[in-house]
């Protein structure tokens, strides 16, 4: 059975969602963070799983709900961060999401549970990276050395993927909240969230009040 295994940042104000300000305030962008990891992390505790684990950089809130071992993130470049969490699985199938897409639901995930057709999966993001990914044997060494936070981020991963003769299936595109102009986008995509829901308190104050 397949570990189901989320990234993620403690949402701190100055520490996470920095592109997002302007027109956020730092407190607004934290805000707008812990929703989606709220969000995130209630989608994947539903989908069932061997293991749900949390894999944080900083402490865990309120915010984190019951089902979820969470391990502290490794030292080093986000390549090595992935790696490390990949390893900590002990080569058993994992797939991996981070906590920009509060638009995922459990429809998204459940073909990269299915290993029988693929050895991989792969989620591309519009600004080509990736939100997902999917190893039935975890191998540190398909993550390191991988630029990331680059436009070609993406490609240069699904060619490590391939180049190690692994058949790879693609997940729907998916939209990372990294502008502002990403928050507008993904909060009226999936209106139900709590991301859109303090997108829309946040919109409909004037900006920095009361974050």
């Known amino acids: 059975m397949t570990s189901l295994l989320v990234i993620a940042k403690q949402p701190l104000p100055g520490r996470v969602k920095t592109r997002l300000t302007p027109p956020f305030s730092p407190g ?12 995130t992390l209630t989608v994947v505790r539903r989908v069932p799983a061997e293991r749900h684990v949390l894999v944080l950089e900083g402490e865990p809130g309120p915010w ?7 391990v ?21 199938p994992a797939l991996l999401v981070g906590m920009d897409t509060p638009q995922l639901t459990p429809e998204l995930l459940a073909p990269a549970l299915c290993w029988e057709t693929y050895d991989a999966w792969f989620g591309p993001a519009t600004d080509g990276g990736f939100w997902a990914l999917g190893l039935a044997r975890p191998d540190p060494a398909l993550l390191l050395g991988v630029p990331m936070s680059r436009p070609d981020t993406g490609a240069v991963q699904q060619g490590r993927l391939r180049a190690a003769g692994l ?15 990403d928050a507008r986008r993904v909060a009226a995509e999936a209106p139900a969230t709590r991301f ?3 997108h829309s308190v946040l919109t409909a104050a004037p900006a920095g009040a009361g974050w």
Do not use: K
């Open 28 to 39: 607004e962008a934290a805000s707008l963070a812990e929703a989606a990891l709220a969000d």
């Open 64 to 70: 984190l709900p019951p089902g979820f071992e969470v």
């Open 72 to 92: 502290p993130q490794a030292a080093g470049g986000l390549d090595a961060r992935l790696a490390a969490a990949f390893a900590a699985c002990r080569e058993r």
């Open 167 to 181: 058949r790879v299936g693609t997940l729907p595109v998916l939209r990372d909240v990294d502008t502002a102009d």
């Open 196 to 198: 859109a829901e303090r």
